[in-house]
Nanobody
């Protein structure tokens, strides 16, 4: 069992930056691939980024490639999402999620087993 708690959301102006954190409980965190998803107002939850257990492989949605960076610190049981050059269309509730194997397998919500409660990110024009 893995419990995930996101933090770092808030209000930022377009062009600004935020860093989200996801703290995980459980000794198996370092063995699991992790991901970030987001759900814009009135829309379905969508994939943002994913990272393998070691951090050696990362994956991004086209909409955030070059602006967002996913990373992890297994010693701290934490995964991060650095968001730069933010746009109003990045406004969403952001969720951290975990798979149950080391390498990233899939980028749909059905590929992830454990989820955090989400953190709101709002980007003003």
């Amino acid at each position: 069992q893995v419990q995930l708690v996101e933090s770092g959301g808030g209000l930022v102006q377009a062009g600004g930056s935020l860093r989200l954190s996801c703290a995980a409980s459980g000794r198996t965190f370092s063995s699991y691939a992790m991901g970030w998803f987001r759900q814009p107002p009135g829309k379905e939850r969508e994939f943002v980024a994913a990272i393998s257990w070691s951090g050696g492989n990362t994956y991004y949605a086209d909409s955030v490639k070059g602006r967002f960076t996913i990373s992890r610190d297994n010693a701290k049981n934490t995964v991060y999402l650095q968001m730069n050059a933010m746009k109003p269309e990045d406004t969403a509730v952001y969720y951290c999620a975990s798979q149950r194997q080391r390498d990233v397998r899939g980028t749909t919500i059905y590929d992830y087993v454990y989820w955090g409660q989400g953190t709101q990110v709002t980007v003003s024009p």
